[in-house]
């Protein structure tokens, strides 16, 4: 059986292991204590416009202020004198103070800020909806053969608000129309009241923070194949439980608390074999091995 096992007793980390019986097939590792940022959505306030990188600063709240290039800067937030314009100057299309709304796209990397852009992505269960951008939508890549000429017929049942595209998520294979305007219509609620926020603040602060490690998890990881979803932890389940109620109820039945003496990941076998990852020398079955 292909289990999804949550071990969230320490502070310092959450794992997500995925098991084909004791066989580890996929590791997800987070410090909780950390601030993940990438998805988040801000207000920010354009501090810098460079010509010479084609891209504007952004003081979104953090430490360093981010990097927006020209390529990610939707026309809505050009001044309306350059509105008409094809690629207009990025000094003549931005201006210095302005508020915008910004995702980051990448996590700050040594002194480098965050990567943002305009172009907004929620990720739902079954679609991931770009509420201001058209023409961008279509199947994931991951989607092949059958199933994605079956996906795209799915997708183009459902009714698209004008301006917004959906990009389909292999959670989202052999779902229908119905299954999918239901998850759409939860996006575009979070998208109404992202807006309203906006309005009511000053820049810059946080208007939406990504689903944290175990919703993503679940979000992500949870399909059909999948017989069992432990976790060793009463709140984190407690967490999980409400968040698998409200998206997925069908699969309440699959999610349970973990309440073994024994440590689940040592249950399942899984410790020796995250050690056996993490060496630098790999054993081959022909009796050599890698450095």
């Known amino acids: ?23 580890l097939y996929d590791l997800n590792i987070e ?33 360093r202020h981010g ?30 103070g302005q508020d915008i709304v910004v995702q980051v796209e990448k ?5 480098k800020g965050a990567a943002l852009t305009t172009f907004v992505s929620l990720a739902g269960r079954f679609i991931v909806l770009k509420p201001n951008k058209d023409h961008s939508g279509g199947v994931s890549r991951r989607i092949t053969g059958d199933d994605r000429d079956h996906a795209r ?25 119905e299954e999918l305007t239901w998850d759409l219509q939860n996006l575009l609620t979070i998208w109404k009241a992202i807006l309203n926020v906006v309005l009511e603040r000053s820049s810059p602060f946080l208007i939406y923070r990504e689903s944290d490690s175990v919703v993503r998890a679940l979000r992500d990881y949870l399909t059909g194949n999948i017989g069992e979803i ?22 309440l039945k699959k999610l349970k608390h973990y309440v073994d003496p024994v440590p689940l990941f040592t249950r399942f076998q899984i ?16 009796g050599g091995s890698i450095v």
């Open 67 to 96: 990097f927006l290039p020209m390529k990610e800067i939707s026309t809505e937030y050009f001044v309306r004198d350059n509105k008409g314009t094809n690629k207009p100057n990025i000094k003549d299309a931005l201006k210095e």
């Open 31 to 63: 410090a909780p204590a950390s601030e993940r940022k990438k998805g988040n959505i801000y207000k920010g306030k354009i501090t810098r416009v460079e010509p010479s990188l084609e891209a504007a600063f952004v003081d979104y709240g953090a430490e």
């Open 107 to 111: 996590e700050e990397r040594g002194n």
């Open 230 to 251: 432990l976790i060793d932890d009463k709140a984190t389940y407690i967490r999980a439980y409400e968040h698998v109620k409200q998206t997925m109820p069908q699969n």
């Open 271 to 286: 410790e020796s074999q995250i050690e056996s990852a993490f060496v630098h020398n790999v054993t081959l079955p022909s």
């Open 1 to 23: 059986m292909k289990r999804m096992l949550i071990n969230a007793t320490q502070e310092e980390e959450l794992r997500m292991a995925m098991v084909d019986g004791q066989l």
């Open 153 to 177: 017929q799915a997708l183009n049942e459902v009714d698209v608000p004008k301006n917004m595209s959906l990009i389909l998520r292999t959670a989202g294979i052999d779902r229908n129309a």
